[in-house]
């Protein structure tokens, strides 16, 4: 079971990225998934939110507005589209799989994990 996320690069204040993350091993189209974002020194913060059927989604206050998260479930596929990027945007990006069919803000609900990918937002 794994989760590969991708999509990460150097990109100006103000540009745009989309993260992909692939499932392989096993389909989640019953679980929650989430993005999360881990900056150098500071804890892993949750970023955006989808549960199952992508019917209801959530985001960070400091990235509504600005990214937007998606899924495909017949491509077993989570996408994260970021416009808009900051300085303060640049992290290792992960995506996750919810242990349930619904979000959590929490990393401890979630079971599985990408490798992550690494987002640099030039000033």
């Known amino acids: 079971v794994q989760l590969q996320a991708y999509g990460g690069g150097l990109v100006q204040d103000g540009g745009s990225l989309r993260l992909s993350c692939a499932a392989s091993?096993?389909?989640?189209?019953?679980?929650?998934m989430g993005w999360f974002r881990q900056a150098p020194g500071a804890e892993r913060e949750f970023v955006a939110g989808?549960?199952?059927?992508?019917?209801?989604?959530g985001y960070a206050d400091s990235v509504r507005g600005r990214f937007t998260i998606s899924r495909d479930n017949a491509q077993n596929t989570l996408y994260l589209q970021m416009d808009g990027l900051k300085f303060e945007d640049t992290a290792v990006y992960y995506c996750?799989?919810?242990?349930?069919?619904?979000?959590?803000?929490?990393?401890?609900?979630?079971?599985?994990w990408g490798q992550g990918t690494l987002v640099t937002v030039s000033s």
């Open positions: 996750a799989a919810a242990r349930g069919a619904l979000f959590s803000r929490a990393v401890r609900d979630y079971n599985v």
């Open positions: 091993g096993r389909r989640f189209s019953n679980n929650g």
């Open positions: 989808i549960q199952w059927n992508g019917g209801t989604t």
